[in-house]
């Protein structure tokens, strides 16, 4: 199992967001739901990145 990108609801090895968040962007933008997940998704990866570079980056200076 492992865990919802949005929300941290466990869910299936092949799924990366559970049912409920993608009814919440069904219901919020419609038509265009799928486009927004996306984009979504993306800004969390690329945060997530910045972090993990932001942390190697410290680990280098204080090393």
Do not use: P, Q
Not at 7 to 31: A, G, L, R, T
Not at 40 to 48: M, S
Request: with cysteine; glycine share 2%.
């Amino acid at each position: 199992m492992k865990n919802c990108s949005i929300c941290k609801k466990e869910i299936e090895e092949n799924e990366e967001v559970c049912h409920s968040c993608i009814e919440f962007f069904k219901y919020k933008y419609e038509k265009k739901w799928e486009r927004e997940l996306k984009r979504f998704l993306d800004t969390l990866k690329e945060n997530e990145n910045a972090l993990e570079k932001t942390k190697s980056n410290r680990r280098y200076k204080n090393g």
